[in-house]
């Protein structure tokens, strides 16, 4: 069996988890909505204060970016120098062995980086779809990023969960949550209130996130969060974060 990715609590929006524990009733009240879902004007106006539900915060780091914080670690350029010494004085195999230890220093950096950077850039391409919302009390099909809090959507086999939602009415609701945890197997979604706000993110029984898809059955549910702030969004931000100095790289500093 595939292992289980294990998502804290904690990476979750306090919202959806205080949704997952409510009525419908009040959770559609908490978020200014409605059964017939919001107007073409509030969700305008949603949508310019809360901005498009997308992933993407900013330009990706460009390659010449990446390369210039590589070449400037501090092994880096004090492997530099000694290069240049060696040269100066005639040691050329020593000059040419710091070369290329600054090389496979540089390229294993760079590498990195961008897969980092690749990742976070295929989590957004992931998101690229439409999805039926109910505006002024008529479905009708959008592309995901204009999607807003409030936002009443309709889910049936097939589709991709457009953002992190509190289900209102379901029917044989099956949702495939591999993208999070790397299981195959779908699990069931329900409308009823979770009855433990302790649950590991992935198991409350009441909400699907942004990039899960429908494997049978159909929904109706509430957008609780969009963009950056779902579980996704914050996922892929951890992506985008630049990793932690390990031991070696302070002893480096240090040195």
């Given amino acids: 069996m595939p292992t289980r990715t294990r998502i804290p609590l904690a990476r979750v929006s306090r919202r959806v988890i205080e949704a997952a524990v409510r009525q419908s009733k009040e959770v559609l009240a908490d978020l200014g909505s409605s059964p017939t879902g919001l107007s073409a004007e509030e969700a305008a106006r949603r949508l310019d204060e809360d901005g ?6 900013g330009p990706q780091h460009a390659a010449l970016a990446i390369l210039t914080r590589a ?7 004090l492997l530099a120098v000694l290069a240049g010494t060696s040269f100066a004085w005639g040691d050329t195999a020593a000059g040419g062995m710091m070369l290329v230890m600054m090389t496979i220093g540089v390229g294993l950096r760079f590498v990195q980086e961008s897969r980092a950077d690749a990742a976070a850039a295929a989590l957004r391409a992931m998101i690229r779809i439409h999805a039926t919302v109910v505006r002024d009390g008529v479905p009708r099909e959008i592309p995901i990023e204009d999607l807003v809090r409030g936002d009443v959507v309709l889910l049936a086999a097939g589709d991709m969960v457009p953002a992190d939602v509190r289900i209102l009415a379901s029917k ?3 949702i495939t949550q591999a993208v999070l945890t790397g299981e195959s197997f779908p699990v069931e979604r329900f409308a009823a209130a979770e009855d433990d706000s302790g649950r590991l993110p992935t198991d409350l029984r009441s ?3 942004l990039g899960t898809s429908v494997a049978s059955g159909t929904a109706e549910a509430v957008v609780v969060e969009t963009g950056r702030a779902t579980l996704l969004g914050r996922v892929a931000a951890t992506l985008e974060l630049p990793e932690p100095p390990t031991a070696f790289d302070l002893a480096i500093r240090r040195f």
Avoid: H, M, R
Avoid at 52 to 57: D, I, R, V, Y
Avoid at 71 to 77: A, I, K, S
């Fill in 172 to 174: 044989d609701l099956f």
């Fill in 207 to 209: 909400v699907a996130y």
């Fill in 71 to 77: 070449v400037g670690n501090p092994l880096v350029v």
């Fill in 52 to 57: 498009p539900n997308t992933l993407q915060a």
